[in-house]
């Protein structure tokens, strides 16, 4: 009970998270491909409703490296709905004891079932955005904000990403998340890498990347001062902007407090979720 009460609490503490997943990447390496350029000036075309499903893992670890606890969120992320905006279904969580322990039973969190907002990352941001969930619900803010990132970091850059370049987006940028702290992006960095496929669509691939950012939680009773890492990769289409696969690692390590507890404990959460179109066309 108290390992689920520190991961319901901290896992999944703050937005958004590169790793070496390039199966089907054609790196941009040869000099054909210094003239690629991404396209200028394109909106992102949305024919219809099109749901991914995201899945996110969650793994608690000692000092030592031995896993502890790890939870499974999943849920149905759609956009392109009439007026712009986007819809959850099927958001569930199930856990499991240690490296190799099965996942137990599903819990699926009802207050998601067709939760509809606009699709503005800023909206998700203010204080009343998340009234109808629950205080503890981490895990599932964190489904909202890392789907907005991914399309925040994927589809807004075009104009400023050319191949093999870094590009720094954030600097030294306070966030404040709505009933669990605040984080502070240290320094996010863009980088267009080459062009992949993906669901038979051309794609650039886009990493990110954000080192060394400080957050503070407070949630449930519980405390935490720490750090975060994230990265993951973006592939997406060059002929509508559309999302055809992300992924999404984070790592937190950080010194917490237990409510009724005067000591401090060093806790490691690591992260590692896909967002996958389920009716990709």
């Keep these: 009970?108290?390992?689920?009460?520190?991961?319901?609490?901290?896992?999944?503490?703050?937005?958004?998270?590169?790793?070496?997943?390039?199966?089907?990447?054609?790196?941009a390496q040869s000099s054909s491909g210094q003239g690629w350029n991404l396209p200028q000036g394109a909106k992102v075309k949305d024919s219809g409703p099109r749901t991914y499903r995201f899945s996110v893992e969650y793994?608690?670890?000692?000092?030592?490296?031995?896993?502890?606890l790890r939870q499974l969120v999943t849920g149905d992320y759609t956009r392109g709905l009439t007026g712009?905006?986007?819809?959850w279904k099927n958001v569930s969580q199930a856990d499991a004891q240690g490296a190799?322990?099965?996942?137990?039973?599903?819990?699926?969190?009802?207050?998601?079932?067709g939760f509809r907002y606009p699709n503005d990352l800023s909206e998700t941001m203010k204080?009343?955005?998340?009234?109808?969930?629950?205080?503890?619900?981490v895990f599932e803010r964190n489904l909202v904000w890392d789907t907005g990132m991914m399309?925040?970091?994927?589809?807004g850059y075009f104009e400023h990403l050319k191949l093999n370049e870094?590009?720094?987006?954030?600097?030294?940028?306070?966030?404040?998340?709505p009933g669990v702290g605040t984080f502070q992006n240290h320094d996010v960095v863009l980088e267009w890498v080459g062009r992949s496929?993906?669901?038979?669509?051309?794609?650039?691939?886009?990493?990110?990347?954000?080192?060394f950012n400080p957050l503070e939680i407070a949630n449930a009773g519980m405390t935490l001062k720490g750090r975060s890492d994230y990265w993951g990769e973006i592939w997406v289409s060059l002929a509508t902007k559309q999302i055809e696969y992300g992924t999404i690692y984070e790592n937190v390590v950080g010194e917490m407090k237990l409510a009724g507890q005067d000591a401090t404990q060093v806790i490691y959460v690591f992260r590692s979720g896909s967002l996958e179109p389920v009716n990709a066309k």
């Design 1 to 27: 009970m108290r390992i689920r009460t520190i991961t319901a609490s901290l896992s999944g503490l703050v937005l958004w998270a590169m790793s070496g997943l390039y199966c089907q990447t054609v790196l």
């Design 151 to 155: 399309e925040f970091f994927g589809q």
């Design 166 to 177: 870094p590009y720094h987006v954030l600097s030294n940028q306070d966030v404040k998340m």
């Design 84 to 87: 712009g905006g986007v819809m």
């Design 100 to 113: 190799t322990g099965p996942f137990g039973a599903t819990q699926k969190r009802e207050f998601m079932e």
């Design 59 to 68: 793994t608690m670890a000692n000092t030592k490296g031995d896993t502890l």
């Design 127 to 137: 204080p009343e955005f998340f009234k109808a969930f629950p205080p503890t619900a």
């Design 197 to 211: 496929q993906r669901n038979g669509q051309d794609c650039a691939l886009i990493k990110y990347q954000a080192f």
